[in-house]
C-alpha cells in the first residue's frame, strides 16, 4: 500500500485526428485526476466533454499523447503483459445494455471469462468457488442457483450484476464504472449504487464513476470532477460541490435537474467541439454570466486568458473560472 493516491493522471491529454481535413480533436486537453483508495469519485459533464476517453486513458487502453498515468506510485507502461497485469487491478464495468454480457455465454461463462484469461485460477473447483463469490458479492443469491441462466432470463438488474461480478471474480483495487446505472429503472438503479458502496465498504474498492446525470454522483461518490470540453473545470468534496458550485456551468447543470429551486440555465452557443476548443476559458461564449455583464471586471480575461489545469485530487475544493476565483458574478 501506498501512501499517496491510487491512481493519479497528471497532465492528460488525448486528441484523435480529425477526419478528412478536419482539426484535430482534443478530446481530453489537459487532465490531474487522483483517486485515492476506497474513494469514489464521479466524472460528470454533458455528452462529447471527454469523459469516456478519459476513462479509458485511466484504464491503459488509451495511450495519452501527453501526460502520465500512475498505478500505486507506477506509472503505468504500455506493453502487452505490463497492460495485462494492471487490467486485473483495474476493471472497467460496462452497462450491460450495451451489449457487455454476449447472450449465448451463461452466468457462469461470462463471470469465469476473466479468471481464464488471465489463468488465475488452475482447478475446477477453485474457479467455481471464485465465482460462486464474486457472484453472492454482487448480490446474486444464492450464486450456484444463476450458474446455468442466459442473459435473457434476467431481469436489467441483474444482468447488471452480472456484469459486476466479472469485474470483482479478479479481485481488482479501481473499479471504473461508464453510465453503469444509465438505463436501468430508477428502483434498480438506486440498488446497483448501493452495491457499489457496499463493495467500496467491504472490500476497500475505489471507483470512477462516469455520469450525465448530477444525482446518481451526489448519492454515491465523495469526491466529484465536472468536465467540460476536456478539462475539469471544478472538482471538489460532492457535497460541498453541488451545495455551492462555484463554476456557472456546474451552476447551469444542477439548474436543469427536477429538484433545482433556481431557475433552469439555458446555455447560449454552439455544442462543444474537441476540434475548436476557445480561446481564453474554453466555457466563455456560452457562459451565462459573462453574457449577463455580471463578470465584466474579468470579461477580458475570461475572452483572452486560459485558466490553469485543476489538481482533482485530495480534499480541496478547485475552481476553473475566472469570475469565481476574483469573486465576481456569483
Ligand atoms: N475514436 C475516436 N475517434 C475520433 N474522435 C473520437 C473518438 N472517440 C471519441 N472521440 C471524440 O472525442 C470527444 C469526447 O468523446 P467521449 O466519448 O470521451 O465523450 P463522453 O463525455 O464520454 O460523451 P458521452 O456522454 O456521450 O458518452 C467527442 O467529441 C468524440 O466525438
Ligand atoms: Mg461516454
Given at each position: 500500500?501506498?501512501?499517496?493516491?491510487l491512481?493519479?493522471?497528471s497532465?492528460?491529454?488525448?486528441?484523435?485526428?480529425?477526419?478528412?481535413?478536419?482539426?484535430?480533436?482534443?478530446a481530453?486537453d489537459g487532465?490531474?485526476?487522483?483517486?485515492g483508495?476506497?474513494?469514489i469519485?464521479a466524472?460528470?459533464?454533458?455528452?462529447g466533454c471527454?469523459?469516456?476517453?478519459?476513462?479509458?486513458?485511466?484504464?491503459?487502453?488509451?495511450?495519452?499523447?501527453?501526460?502520465?498515468?500512475?498505478?500505486?506510485?507506477?506509472?503505468?507502461?504500455?506493453?502487452s503483459?505490463?497492460l495485462?497485469?494492471?487490467?486485473?487491478?483495474?476493471?472497467?464495468?460496462?452497462q450491460d445494455?450495451?451489449?457487455?454480457?454476449?447472450p449465448?455465454?451463461?452466468v457462469?461463462?461470462?463471470?469465469?471469462?476473466?479468471?481464464?484469461i488471465?489463468?488465475?485460477?488452475r482447478s475446477g473447483?477453485?474457479?467455481?468457488?471464485a465465482?460462486a463469490?464474486?457472484?453472492?458479492?454482487?448480490?446474486?443469491?444464492?450464486?450456484?442457483?444463476?450458474?446455468l441462466?442466459y442473459?435473457?432470463e434476467?431481469?436489467g438488474?441483474?444482468?447488471?450484476?452480472?456484469?459486476?461480478?466479472?469485474?470483482?471474480?479478479?479481485?481488482?483495487?479501481?473499479?471504473?464504472?461508464?453510465?453503469?446505472?444509465?438505463?436501468?429503472d430508477?428502483?434498480?438503479?438506486?440498488?446497483?449504487?448501493?452495491?457499489?458502496?457496499?463493495l467500496?465498504d467491504?472490500?476497500?474498492?475505489s471507483?470512477?464513476v462516469?455520469?450525465h446525470?448530477?444525482?446518481?454522483?451526489?448519492?454515491?461518490?465523495?469526491?466529484?470532477?465536472?468536465m467540460?470540453l476536456?478539462?475539469?473545470?471544478?472538482?471538489?468534496?460532492?457535497?460541498?460541490?453541488?451545495?455551492?458550485?462555484?463554476h456557472?456551468?456546474t451552476?447551469?447543470l444542477?439548474s436543469?435537474?427536477?429538484e433545482?429551486?433556481t431557475?433552469?440555465?439555458v446555455l447560449?452557443?454552439e455544442?462543444?467541439d474537441?476540434?475548436?476548443?476557445?480561446?481564453?476559458?474554453?466555457f466563455h461564449?456560452?457562459?451565462h454570466?459573462?453574457?449577463?455583464?455580471e463578470?465584466?471586471?474579468?470579461?477580458?480575461?475570461?475572452?483572452?486568458?486560459?485558466?490553469?489545469v485543476?489538481?482533482?485530487?485530495g480534499?480541496?475544493?478547485?475552481?476553473a473560472?475566472?469570475?469565481?476565483?476574483?469573486?465576481?458574478?456569483?
Open positions: 500500500m501506498t501512501s499517496g493516491p491512481l493519479a493522471a497532465g492528460v491529454h488525448v486528441t484523435f485526428p480529425g477526419r478528412r481535413g478536419a482539426p484535430p480533436a482534443r481530453v487532465v490531474d485526476l487522483e483517486i483508495a476506497g474513494e469519485v466524472l460528470v459533464g454533458e455528452s471527454g469523459k469516456t476517453t478519459l476513462a479509458r486513458t485511466l484504464l491503459g487502453l488509451v495511450r495519452p499523447g501527453a501526460g502520465e498515468v500512475s498505478f500505486a506510485g507506477e506509472p503505468l507502461a504500455y506493453t503483459r505490463a495485462k497485469a494492471y487490467r486485473r487491478r483495474a476493471q472497467l464495468v460496462l445494455p450495451s451489449g457487455s454480457l454476449n449465448r455465454h451463461t457462469y461463462e461470462a463471470v469465469a471469462e476473466g479468471l481464464r488471465h489463468r488465475a485460477h473447483a477453485e474457479e467455481r468457488a465465482v463469490e464474486a457472484l453472492a458479492r454482487a448480490g446474486l443469491r444464492p450464486p450456484e442457483r444463476f450458474f441462466r442473459p435473457h434476467l431481469s438488474g441483474q444482468r447488471q450484476r452480472v456484469v459486476i461480478a466479472g469485474a470483482l471474480v479478479l479481485e481488482p483495487e479501481l473499479i471504473v464504472a461508464d453510465e453503469p446505472v444509465a438505463s436501468l430508477a428502483s434498480v438503479r438506486g440498488e446497483i449504487l448501493a452495491l457499489l458502496l457496499r467500496r467491504e472490500l476497500g474498492l471507483a470512477l462516469v455520469t446525470d448530477l444525482g446518481l454522483a451526489w448519492n454515491i461518490a465523495d469526491r466529484v470532477a465536472v467540460y476536456g478539462r475539469v473545470v471544478e472538482t471538489g468534496p460532492v457535497e460541498s460541490v453541488l451545495t455551492a458550485p462555484r456557472p456551468y451552476r447551469a444542477l436543469v435537474l427536477p433545482s429551486e431557475p433552469p440555465v447560449a452557443g455544442p462543444p474537441p476540434a475548436r476548443i476557445p480561446s481564453g476559458c474554453r461564449a456560452r457562459c454570466v459573462l453574457a449577463s455583464g463578470a465584466a471586471p474579468v470579461a477580458d480575461r475570461c475572452r483572452t486568458e486560459p485558466l490553469p485543476l489538481r482533482a485530487g480534499g480541496e475544493r478547485g475552481v473560472c475566472h469570475g469565481a476565483v476574483a469573486g465576481v458574478g456569483g
